[in-house]
């Protein structure tokens, strides 16, 4: 058994943790520095609606982390699947929709994590 799947489940919630931060409490700081080509004016109508995308990642992120504590293996397997794939599918909509660099930050690391836990053991 590896704790290979459980450690990339694991990151990719802390990348969602951090998109938290970013979207709820550091918008038109840390976000003017990921999304630099986009307008000033931007960060200040969209603060609001970043609050709210920080919300969704969190929720994503606790339940990548719960998914992990389940203790019926099969539930636990069905459950990291299914939130590691609402992560790619949000990162591939976010990167034909909003900004390209979301496939890596978001889709790119729910797919290593999704190619793991379909290939090994859970531990």
């Not at 990339?8 to 969602?16: E, G, R, S």
Request: glycine share 6%; aromatic share 16%; net charge negative.
């Amino acid at each position: 058994m590896t704790y290979l799947p459980t450690i990339a489940v694991l990151v990719v919630a802390l990348i969602h943790l951090l998109f938290l931060y970013v979207e709820m409490f550091a918008w038109q700081t840390r976000g003017r520095n990921f999304f630099s080509d986009f307008d000033d004016n931007f960060f200040e109508t969209s603060e609001l609606l970043a609050k709210n995308m920080g919300l969704y990642n969190g929720f994503l992120a606790a339940g990548l982390i719960w998914s992990q504590f389940l203790a019926a293996p099969e539930l636990q397997h069905s459950a990291t699947v299914f939130l590691l794939v609402c992560v790619a599918i949000a990162g591939i909509y976010g990167a034909l929709t909003a900004h390209k660099k979301l496939f890596w930050y978001q889709c790119f690391p729910a797919l290593i994590g999704l190619g793991l836990v379909m290939i090994l053991p859970a531990s």
